[in-house]
């Protein structure tokens, strides 16, 4: 397949001035929409259950946004690569915003289910392809600062949604949390529109859909099973079983069927590149942290310490601040020094100390200790996250760049998805123990009012709300111990990642050029060898 001739498009994308700046902006309030819709919902679950009815089907309200948007990450970056970027970002906002709106119309909790799928499915794009637009209108030389400032983006609205839904529920309607991202959708497609032109090469193209229907029941089994299993059927039913043998069976289908098409949805050469290999493992491992810290801090909060959800929002600002400071502080250093591999060693390593802190709380803990904890715990997470998209990005062929960011991107989320079902297992299986002996003898208690509920909790009797609330917190802290050796064996990994000379823009704009077929096998070769 050769790219036909279209003399007048540009060779390169890269922006300055009044123009690079808005486009920034558009995509920095892209990531935000993306990051803020994996967690805003959480405070908001028990008044929708209480509006829309349907308890036993809460977790899907948070489970159906999670497994469309993984699912379909790998496929927007291929189709970012093959038909352009600006279209997919584009397509992919008007799905979150068709998603958002019909989500905040629901009237029963089995469409709110499937509208928060729809919306994942244009999540899945958004963070992706914002990473991937950056990517082409700036040079890895000068990436570093402006990807600083996309990772504290990203944590600052992971952490400030379980506080913006709690400000809608108490102030407004839960539906609000759906509606805002209306104007704000629209703003970016304004922006992008007007705003944003890249080059576009026309190709025959041979989309794998078979290999995107492959990859998508891979996941959604192997996220099923994580989900249900010892929760809503035991590890051993024929259910659990069988979603894992499909997984691991569509698994195989789709890496043969990746090795024999001609445009793969995921590379597997991408493997042979230590940096990509590297970076995957780590995110992975990160990703299975930093979810498991921000869906449980809130629950420590809230039920522990009896904060609102407003306020628990309020009490994360530390861990929003640390991840803040070292997201845009790593960036400039690394655009000043040219280096990237030293943090994220520092930082799964910081990340690890910031567990060990949180599993020491208690109910009694002042919040100075708990605030110190997830300060660190910030610190750790905002020197790695973006900088291993950064490293990626540098490492492969800017034709590529698409399909690599997706592809790190996709098992970050993967991390988080299977931290999220660990963590919950691990916190269930310990609760039950530990509320089984809550009740003391004589005392009349309704078991299905040993909750996480706050209101419940508060209208027990005090000898049995201190000890729902100390069996909660013994719990959660069995996460954050479980979450220290995750954290260090990145740390290991991280010790593998090379380190390579960030390309400068004149760099870009020479791979960028239209290429001979001889420099075509060159480049293959040398990507080979990385």
């Given at each position: ?19 690079l ?18 967690t ?17 089907h ?24 093959l ?158 079983i ?47 942290a ?12 809230q ?75 910030g ?40 931290g ?14 530990e ?93 080979s060898?990385?």
């Amino acid at each position: 397949m050769t790219d036909s001739a279209a003399p007048a498009a540009p060779t390169t994308s890269l922006l300055t001035g009044r123009k690079l700046n808005l486009v920034l902006a558009a995509l920095m309030l892209t990531t935000f929409l993306s990051a803020l819709d994996q967690t805003i919902v959480a405070t908001a679950l028990p008044t929708m259950v209480g509006e829309l009815g349907g308890l036993e089907h809460l977790a899907w309200v948070v489970t159906a946004y999670l497994l469309a948007a993984t699912a379909t990450t790998p496929l927007w970056g291929k189709l970012s690569d093959l038909y352009g970027r600006k279209i997919m970002l584009q397509s992919a906002v008007v799905i979150f915003l068709i998603g958002s709106a019909l989500a905040g119309l629901s009237q029963t909790m089995g469409q709110l289910i499937a509208f928060r799928g729809v919306q994942g499915v244009g999540g899945g794009g958004l963070m992706v392809l914002a990473m991937a637009v950056i990517a082409d209108i700036i040079p890895p030389s000068e990436r570093g600062r402006y990807q600083g400032l996309f990772g504290a983006v990203f944590g600052v609205a992971s952490v400030l949604g379980p506080l913006v839904g709690g400000f809608f529920v108490e102030q407004s309607t839960w539906r609000w949390i759906f509606y805002i991202n209306i104007p704000l959708g629209i703003a970016v497609l304004v922006i992008l529109g007007a705003v944003l032109q890249l080059p576009r090469r026309t190709k025959q193209h041979a989309i794998d859909w078979l290999g995107a229907a492959l990859a998508v029941s891979t996941i959604v089994s192997l996220l099923l099973v994580l989900q249900w299993g010892g929760r809503e059927y035991p590890w051993t039913s024929p259910i659990i079983i069988g979603l894992g043998t499909a997984s691991l069976v569509l698994g195989v289908l789709f890496v043969l069927q990746e090795r024999r098409h001609p445009e793969p949805l995921v590379p597997l050469t991408l493997f042979d590149n230590k940096t990509f290999r590297i970076s995957a493992i780590v995110g992975f491992i990160i990703g299975i942290a930093m979810f498991g810290a921000i869906v449980y801090l809130p629950v420590y909060l809230q039920v522990a310490r009896g904060t609102s959800p407003t306020q628990a929002g309020l009490q994360l600002l530390p861990l929003m601040a640390g991840l803040l400071i070292t997201s845009v502080t790593s960036g400039r250093i690394i655009s000043r020094v040219g280096r990237y591999r030293m943090f994220p060693i520092a930082g799964t390593l910081t990340a690890a100390v910031g567990m060990w802190l949180l599993s020491g709380v208690q109910v009694d803990s002042p919040y100075w200790r708990v605030a110190v904890g997830m300060l660190v715990l910030g610190f750790g997470l905002g020197m790695v996250i973006q900088v291993l998209v950064l490293a990626v990005q540098n490492s492969v062929s800017p034709r590529e760049i698409g399909v690599a960011t997706s592809s790190a991107t996709f098992f970050r989320q993967i991390g988080g998805s299977v931290g999220t079902a660990v963590f919950g297992t691990i916190m269930t299986a310990r609760l039950t123990t530990e509320l089984a002996n809550a009740v003391p003898p004589g005392v009349q208690v309704d078991p299905g009012a040993l909750t996480g509920s706050p209101a419940i909790i508060a209208a027990l009797p005090q000898v049995v709300q201190d000890n729902v609330r100390e069996a909660f917190v013994v719990a959660l802290t069995g996460v954050f111990w479980f979450a220290i050796p995750i954290c260090l064996v990145a740390f290991v990994a991280a010790l593998f990642l090379p380190e390579q000379k960030l390309r400068t823009a004149e760099d870009v704009r020479a791979a960028m050029a239209p290429a001979t077929p001889t420099d075509e096998a060159a480049e293959i070769e040398a990507t080979s060898r990385i």
